[in-house]
C-alpha cells in the first residue's frame, strides 16, 4: 500500500475529525512498519500546495503543524490553495476550490491575487460565524473585537462592489479594488460620534466605504467619492473626522 491508502485505510471513519502529524505517523509506522520521516501530511492537503509533488491526492485541510483536519478523497472542499516558497515568510495564494472543483492560478508577475467571488463569499460567511460565537457566546461587545468587525465590512465592500481584497491589509491605504477604483473600508460599532481617515494616506485610495454595526446587522452608511467625506469633515490631530449623521445624511442625498 502507498503511504496515500495508508492514511485512508486507517482514517476513513474518522471524517472531519482533527488528527495530529504526530499520531498518525506512531500508527502507521505500528501497523505497516512505514518509516515516519516518508509521512508527509501537507502533501496530502487540499489547501496547502507543496513544490515538488503531485497536487492530486487529497486527503486533509491544513490548520496548522499540529492539526489537520480530515476530509476524506473527493471531498465538496471549497477553499483557497496556500504555498509557502521556499525563502519565504508569509504564504501566498496559488489557487482554489469550489465545491471540488480545483483550479490553480495562472503565474504572473502581478503581486495582487484576484479572489474569486465565491470564495469572499465563503470567508464571509466563516468570519460572520466567529463573530456570532465572540459576541452571542463569549459575550464580547462590538467595540472589542474591531479587527474581526473591520474586516467582515471588508467582505460586504467586495462583494457590494464585485470588487477584490487587496493583497495585504491596509495595502497602500486601500483595502478593495473594484473596477480600477480604489477603495478604503471603515467600519464601526459606534451608534454616534466621529469616524476617522487618516490624512497621510487619504491620497492613496479614491473612493470611502463606511459600515456600521447595529442591531446584529452591518448598515452601509456611505459608498462614493472621497472628497464628499473630506468636504464635510473637521480636521484633528493629522485626521479627518466625519460624524456619522453627517455621512447617513450624504449618502440619503447622494442616493435621491
Same mark, same amino acid.
Not at 492530486?56 to 471549497?78: D, M, P, Q, V, W
Not at 501566498?92 to 463569499?121: A, F, H, P
Given at each position: 500500500m502507498t503511504i496515500f491508502e495508508q492514511i485512508k485505510s486507517l482514517l476513513d471513519n474518522r471524517l472531519e475529525e482533527i488528527v495530529s502529524p504526530v499520531e498518525v505517523k506512531k500508527t502507521l509506522q505500528a501497523i505497516y512498519g512505514t518509516n515516519p520521516e516518508s509521512v508527509i501530511l501537507s502533501d496530502y492537503c487540499y489547501n496547502r500546495y507543496n513544490n515538488g509533488i +503531485? /497536487? !492530486?491526492?487529497? =486527503?486533509? &485541510? *491544513?490548520?496548522?503543524?499540529?492539526? *489537520?483536519?480530515?476530509?476524506? &478523497?473527493?471531498?465538496? /472542499? %471549497?477553499? =483557497? $490553495?496556500?504555498?509557502?516558497?521556499?525563502?519565504?515568510?508569509?504564504?501566498?495564494? @496559488?489557487?482554489?476550490? $469550489? !465545491?471540488? @472543483?480545483?483550479? =490553480? *492560478?495562472?503565474? %504572473? !508577475? +502581478? %503581486?495582487? %491575487? $484576484? @479572489?474569486?467571488? &465565491?470564495? $469572499?463569499? !465563503?470567508? *464571509?460567511n466563516e468570519y460572520q460565524r466567529i463573530l456570532r460565537y465572540e459576541l452571542n457566546i463569549l459575550n464580547c461587545k462590538p467595540t472589542e473585537i474591531r479587527h474581526l468587525i473591520g474586516r467582515v465590512g471588508e467582505f460586504i465592500c467586495a462583494i457590494k462592489t464585485n470588487g477584490s481584497l487587496s493583497h495585504q491589509t491596509n495595502q497602500h491605504g486601500f483595502d478593495v479594488i473594484s473596477k480600477g477604483r480604489r477603495i478604503s473600508v471603515k467600519t464601526t460599532a459606534q451608534k454616534s460620534g466621529f469616524i476617522p481617515i487618516n490624512q497621510n494616506t487619504f491620497k492613496d485610495f479614491d473612493d470611502l466605504f463606511i459600515v456600521q454595526y447595529a442591531n446584529d446587522d452591518f448598515h452601509v452608511l456611505y459608498n462614493g467619492p472621497k472628497e464628499l467625506v473630506e468636504s464635510n469633515s473637521r480636521t484633528y490631530n493629522g485626521k479627518y473626522e466625519v460624524n456619522i449623521n453627517t455621512i447617513k445624511k450624504l449618502n440619503q442625498e447622494r442616493t435621491r
Open positions: +503531485d /497536487f !492530486n491526492n487529497h =486527503l486533509f &485541510e *491544513y490548520i496548522n503543524r499540529s492539526s *489537520y483536519k480530515y476530509l476524506g &478523497e473527493g471531498s465538496a /472542499f %471549497t477553499g =483557497l $490553495i496556500f504555498q509557502r516558497p521556499k525563502g519565504h515568510e508569509r504564504e501566498t495564494i @496559488v489557487g482554489e476550490w $469550489i !465545491n471540488g @472543483v480545483k483550479s =490553480l *492560478y495562472k503565474k %504572473t !508577475n +502581478d %503581486t495582487e %491575487t $484576484i @479572489v474569486s467571488r &465565491e470564495q $469572499i463569499m !465563503n470567508l *464571509y
